[in-house]
Structure formats: structure tokens, C-alpha cells
């Protein structure tokens, strides 16, 4: 079993930066990729960014040029670099961990951190 805990959410105006963190405990040896979803109200859960063992990672359209994706897998630890926030930005972002590849559902989740920005 891995746990995950984010922290680094808050509240941001529109322009400006947060940078969330997420450290994994557990069995972090069967862990080969890592990243964050996110979910605004009356939305679904969507894939913000995530990253593997090799340092390979992926974006989602929205978030390309302005968020950065990084951390070492192998340590258990995913960071977020969100700079030029929007209002649209506005979600709990929910850290997560999988057994597979970027492109697999991952298998494990943190209780998430909420990020709010305004305009």
C-alpha cells in the first residue's frame, strides 16, 4: 500500500504562482509514475500532469507552458510548479501514484489540497 500526502494549495490571485508538493510512504518500490489530477466543482477528475521513473512526463493541453511537473519517483516525491494561474485553474488538485506508465489510471491517490484562484 502507498499513502500520499499533498500540501501547497491555497488561495492565489490571477497571474500568480503556488508550487504543490506530494510525498509518498508505503511500498514506494512498486511506484513507477507519479503526477496530479484535478477536479473543479460539477466537473470530473481530469489529469493535470505526471511523470515516470525515467523523468519522461506528460501535460494536459490546458496547463502546457505553464506548469512544471517534477520529482524523483524512485524517492516517492511529485512537485507542481503552477505559475500565470487563471480562475479556470480553480480545483482540488489530487496527487497520485501508479504501478505503470504515464498513460495508465494510477492506483493510489492523496486526500487532495485545494488551490483557488481569483480574478
Known amino acids: 500500500q502507498v499513502h500520499l500526502v499533498e500540501s501547497g494549495g491555497g488561495l492565489v490571485q490571477a497571474g500568480g504562482s503556488l508550487r504543490l508538493s506530494c510525498a509518498a510512504s508505503g511500498s514506494i518500490f512498486s511506484i513507477r509514475s507519479m503526477g496530479w489530477y484535478r477536479q473543479a466543482p460539477r466537473k470530473q477528475r481530469e489529469r493535470v500532469a505526471r511523470?515516470?521513473?525515467?523523468?519522461?512526463?506528460v501535460y494536459d493541453d490546458s496547463v502546457k507552458g505553464r506548469f512544471t511537473i517534477s520529482g524523483d519517483v524512485a524517492k516517492g516525491t511529485v512537485y507542481l510548479q503552477m505559475d500565470s494561474l487563471i480562475p479556470e485553474d480553480t480545483a482540488v488538485y489530487y496527487c497520485?501514484?501508479?504501478?505503470?506508465?504515464?498513460?495508465?489510471?494510477?492506483?493510489?491517490w492523496g486526500k487532495g489540497t485545494l488551490v483557488t484562484v481569483s480574478s
Open positions: 511523470i515516470d521513473s525515467g523523468g519522461n512526463t
Open positions: 497520485d501514484a501508479g504501478n505503470y506508465g504515464l498513460d495508465y489510471l494510477p492506483d493510489y
